[in-house]
Every structure is written in structure tokens, then in C-alpha cells.
Nanobody, 117 residues
Framework: QVHLVESGGGLVQPGGSLRLSCVASGISTTGYAMGWYRQALGKQRELVAR???????YYSDSVKGRFTISRDNAKNSVYLQMNSLKPEDTAVYYC???????????WGQGTQVTVSS
């Protein structure tokens, strides 16, 4: 079965840290550009960070310098280390996989991140 499963979300105070994990099943992450998106209540889903087809990294301006995307292809996993969290980072975070030289795309079910005191 082909799917992505996220974990690691939760409630954290402003300034805190969380690490999200995404494990892929049924695909090899080496063949996919992996990334993280988020969707806050009442807003559109937006790109947070991702690997490109050539495995360079891209970050949205709102998280640059605070978040770090990484991957472990041996574990078929991608991670998002989130530091210096702000209330505006509150959202459901989704893992995404796009086939590097094809059209197949997968989404995870999402994990809630809430930043609040």
C-alpha cells in the first residue's frame, strides 16, 4: 500500500521546538521530491519546505532560519525540525511526495501543530 504517515505534531509554547517525521510506504523516497506543507484554519495550504528534484532545499520566507528539512533515504523518511516556533506556525502540517521525473504525487493525512502559551 502506498502512503505517507506523519507524526510528531503537538502543543508547544512559543519559542519551543518540534520535530515532524514522515515515513513513506510503497515508494522509494530517492525517486521523489519530498516536502512539507501546512494549512492554518481558514487559509490555503502553503509550502513550508521541500527538496527539489536535484535534492537542494527550498524554504518559505516565513520559516527560513528556523526550520530545517532533512531526509533519511535508508528509512524512507523525511523530517522537519522546527525551532523558535511562533503562534502563526499553528497549522496542520502535511508531508508531500512528488515523483521527480513523473506525475505521481502523494499526501499524508496531516499532523496538527499548535503553538500557544
Amino acid at each position: 500500500q502506498v502512503h505517507l504517515v506523519e507524526s510528531g505534531g503537538g502543543l508547544v509554547q512559543p519559542g519551543g521546538s518540534l520535530r515532524l517525521s514522515c515515513v513513506a510506504s510503497g515508494i522509494s523516497t530517492t525517486g521523489y521530491a519530498m516536502g512539507w506543507y501546512r494549512q492554518a484554519l481558514g487559509k490555503q495550504r502553503e509550502l513550508v519546505a521541500r527538496f527539489t528534484n536535484i535534492d537542494s532545499t527550498y524554504y518559505s520566507d516565513s520559516v527560513k532560519g528556523r526550520f530545517t528539512i532533512s531526509r533519511d533515504n535508508a528509512k524512507n523518511s523525511v523530517y522537519l525540525q522546527m525551532n523558535s516556533l511562533k503562534p502563526e506556525d499553528t497549522a496542520v502540517y502535511y508531508c508531500n511526495a512528488v515523483q521527480k521525473y513523473g506525475y505521481h504525487e502523494l499526501w499524508g493525512q496531516g499532523t496538527q501543530v499548535t503553538v500557544s502559551s
